[in-house]
């Protein structure tokens, strides 16, 4: 079975721009999950997606923001980078009660 | 509210050598434990669960964590530790319910082995 995709592997940008982050569950996982892991702070819950909707959200401003799309796979959104917003951005997927499978990360410069 | 405590950053241990990494944690009823590892540019990988039942669980890559409840430990161990386990390792809490939102991670063990 493919595991959890996420695209791209490495984007840089510059402080203000945007950047749009991608990933694609397991099959059959309707939940993904987004996580922010920045040097020395751990993993942090940033969202939640389930059936298309946002259930949770973490504790970041609103310039973060993701969507879900019909068939599952995931977009996060970042407005009006900052610095501090370099990070591996993780997502996860699962499916009713299986654990967190995770993706490679995308892995967010801001310059 | 939940929280996650790995104590020891950074841990070196030689090839061959037993490996015990230390998971405290917080939690107001019965909790759902995980230990995930990291390789560089990886994402986080299941090595074994809890979910309830015998305290001693089994995982992959030869990884086993024991529950205790009384001392709100869940202590990863591995009597033998081979080169290509230096990584590193994520203790984590969650409710029994309500989803993996709820899941706190704590902050990491990094472990080297030496040869």
């Known amino acids: 079975e493919a595991g959890v995709t996420q695209s791209p592997t490495h984007l840089i940008k510059t402080r203000g721009q945007q950047a749009t982050l991608r990933c694609s569950p397991i099959?059959?996982?309707?939940?993904v999950y987004w996580y922010q892991q920045a040097l020395g702070l751990g993993l942090q819950f940033l969202l939640w997606?389930?059936?298309?909707?946002?259930?949770n959200r973490g504790n970041f401003p609103p310039r973060f923001s993701g969507r879900q799309f019909p068939n599952y796979s995931s977009e996060l959104n970042v407005n009006a980078l900052e610095l501090e917003d370099s990070a591996l951005y993780l997502c996860?997927?699962?499916?009713?009660?299986?654990?967190?499978?995770f993706g490679n990360g995308t892995r967010l410069t801001v310059t | 509210a939940q929280s996650v405590t790995q104590p020891d950053i950074h841990i070196t241990v030689s090839e061959g050598a037993s490996l015990e990494l230390r998971c405290n944690y917080s939690?107001?009823?019965?909790?759902?434990l995980f230990w995930y590892v990291q390789s560089p540019g990886q994402g986080l990988q299941l090595l074994l669960k809890?979910?309830?039942?015998?305290?001693l669980v089994q995982g992959i890559k030869g990884f086993e964590a024991e529950f205790k409840r009384s001392q709100s430990s869940f202590n990863l161990r591995k009597p033998s530790v081979h080169w290509s386990d230096a990584a590193e390792y994520f203790c984590?809490?969650?409710?029994?319910?309500?989803?993996?939102?709820?899941?706190?991670f704590g902050t990491g063990t990094k472990l080297q082995v030496i040869p």
């Open positions: 939690y107001g009823a019965t909790p759902y």
């Open positions: 997606y389930d059936e298309g909707e946002e259930r």
């Open positions: 996860a997927s699962s499916q009713y009660n299986s654990p967190l499978h």
């Open positions: 809890y979910f309830s039942g015998d305290t």
């Open positions: 099959s059959g996982h309707t939940s």
């Open positions: 984590a809490v969650g409710p029994n319910s309500g989803g993996y939102q709820k899941v706190t």
